[in-house]
């Protein structure tokens, strides 16, 4: 792991287009600033873990397990 220092207004890169920014930092929080393309998805840990969980529990599925929509019938007009 890198560990690194900044301050306020200082920011870090991640590659050629990612760029992490300090926002402010109160206490023991840190309010970071992320410039990233739109096709890079970024989520806090816990939703990227929460993400992952329901992919893998999606993945073990069995098509009987998915509810069939009932049939629409479609009224003479």
Do not use: C, F
């Not at 760029?19 to 970071?32: A, D, N, P, S």
């Not at 739109?38 to 599925?61: F, G, M």
């Amino acid at each position: 792991m890198l560990v690194l220092t900044r301050k306020v207004n200082q920011s870090i890169m991640i590659g050629d287009d990612i760029e992490v920014i300090v926002l402010e930092v109160r206490g023991e929080q840190v309010r970071l600033g992320i410039k990233a393309p739109r096709t890079v998805t970024v989520h806090r840990r816990e939703i990227y873990d929460a993400i992952q969980q329901e992919n893998l529990l999606a993945a073990q599925s069995k098509p009987e397990d998915v509810p069939v929509p009932p049939k629409q019938v479609k009224s003479a007009s």
